[in-house]
């Protein structure tokens, strides 16, 4: 009986043995698989970067991610926009931002020192950068005046040196306008109070006075349709060059008639909704109102 039994527990430990056995892994150096006593692979853990080494290795223009971050909030405390960082960085969609993660911020911010008879609009202007934008970056408003000297922070999409180019163009075949009449300006350019702007200036003359053709060209349009010009006068130049003469009292031209340098067009009045003589003079360049001082 007892060799009976020892036969058959033999029998179930042969019978054991022989399937297959799942590999077994612990702490130790070797473990039992298929193929019997293997040596275990031991892989040492990478360590950790810390985030002092981090920042050790940022460069001047790079940042490092914190718990918390993302791009809307990196974008804010950077003073740049959201779409200046995933450009500079490549970023895909979603943009999610990982703590550890190193982004470069974009150039380092131009500035502009204002000079004299320089506004935010001009500014803008300068730098092809929209005036709202200009403004808000510097904590103003589109219509604040601003005193020579002062320093401004500049948006990091500005283009001055296309935006030169652009300038230099114009004013390279721009024609030469003579004043159409002797006066005070009394109301500029740009920017006024209460949020207005003036697209020309407005010159101050006795009612009658004689107003002339700032240059040769062809009498595009006569009529006082216009709400608040009055009686008004339109030649077109050459170079796409525009001029107005408005709150004009008596009109001696016609719709298509040429006219010349100095001759006489119409006299000074107060039509239209001012309350003393005087001339609004404007000049466009195409479809954008300019300063006619820089063409006279």
């Given at each position: 009986?007892?060799?009976?039994?020892?036969?058959?527990?033999?029998?179930?430990?042969?019978?054991?043995?022989?399937?297959?056995?799942?590999?077994?892994?612990?702490?130790?150096?070797?473990?039992?698989?298929?193929?019997?006593?293997?040596?275990?692979?031991?892989?040492?853990?990478?360590?950790?970067?810390?985030?002092?080494?981090?920042?050790?290795?940022?460069?001047?223009?790079?940042?490092?991610?914190?718990?918390?971050?993302?791009?809307?909030?990196?974008?804010?405390?950077?003073?740049?926009?959201?779409?200046?960082?995933?450009?500079?960085?490549?970023?895909?969609?979603?943009?999610?931002?990982?703590?550890?993660?190193?982004?470069?911020?974009?150039?380092?911010?131009?500035?502009?020192?204002?000079?004299?008879?320089?506004?935010?609009?001009?500014?803008?202007?300068?730098?092809?950068?929209?005036?709202?934008?200009?403004?808000?970056?510097?904590?103003?408003?589109?219509?604040?005046?601003?005193?020579?000297?002062?320093?401004?922070?500049?948006?990091?999409?500005?283009?001055?040196?296309?935006?030169?180019?652009?300038?230099?163009?114009?004013?390279?075949?721009?024609?030469?306008?003579?004043?159409?009449?002797?006066?005070?300006?009394?109301?500029?350019?740009?920017?006024?109070?209460?949020?207005?702007?003036?697209?020309?200036?407005?010159?101050?003359?006795?009612?009658?006075?004689?107003?002339?053709?700032a240059a040769d060209g062809k009498i595009v349009y006569v009529g006082n349709e216009l709400r608040g010009y009055g009686n008004l006068i339109i030649?077109?130049?050459?170079?796409?060059?525009?001029?107005?003469?408005?709150?004009?009292?008596?009109?001696?031209?016609?719709?298509?008639?040429?006219?010349?340098?100095?001759?006489?067009?119409?006299?000074?009045?107060?039509?239209?909704?001012?309350?003393?003589?005087?001339?609004?003079?404007?000049?466009?360049?195409?479809?954008?109102?300019?300063?006619?001082?820089?063409?006279?």
């Amino acid at each position: 009986m007892r060799l009976y039994s020892k036969i058959i527990i033999l029998l179930i430990f042969i019978s054991s043995c022989s399937q297959d056995i799942a590999p077994i892994s612990y702490k130790g150096h070797l473990h039992y698989g298929k193929k019997g006593i293997e040596p275990i692979k031991i892989t040492k853990p990478t360590p950790k970067t810390t985030k002092a080494k981090h920042k050790k290795n940022l460069k001047a223009n790079q940042i490092l991610i914190n718990n918390g971050d993302n791009l809307y909030v990196v974008a804010k405390k950077h003073k740049v926009t959201t779409r200046q960082l995933i450009d500079s960085n490549n970023l895909k969609p979603p943009y999610i931002l990982q703590p550890g993660q190193i982004l470069d911020l974009p150039n380092k911010r131009k500035t502009h020192v204002v000079v004299n008879g320089q506004s935010l609009t001009v500014i803008a202007r300068k730098y092809n950068v929209s005036l709202s934008e200009l403004a808000q970056l510097n904590n103003l408003k589109t219509n604040s005046n601003i005193k020579i000297g002062r320093v401004l922070l500049i948006p990091y999409n500005a283009k001055p040196s296309h935006k030169k180019h652009i300038v230099s163009n114009i004013f390279k075949g721009k024609i030469k306008l003579s004043k159409p009449l002797n006066g005070n300006i009394i109301k500029k350019f740009g920017p006024g109070k209460n949020g207005t702007h003036n697209d020309g200036i407005n010159i101050a003359a006795p009612l009658g006075t004689e107003v002339k053709a700032a240059a040769d060209g062809k009498i595009v349009y006569v009529g006082n349709e216009l709400r608040g010009y009055g009686n008004l006068i339109i030649i077109k130049h050459s170079g796409n060059i525009l001029t107005a003469y408005a709150h004009s009292n008596e009109v001696i031209v016609a719709k298509n008639q040429t006219v010349k340098k100095g001759e006489k067009i119409a006299t000074v009045g107060a039509t239209g909704n001012v309350s003393s003589p005087q001339l609004h003079f404007g000049v466009r360049q195409g479809r954008k109102a300019v300063d006619p001082v820089s063409y006279f």
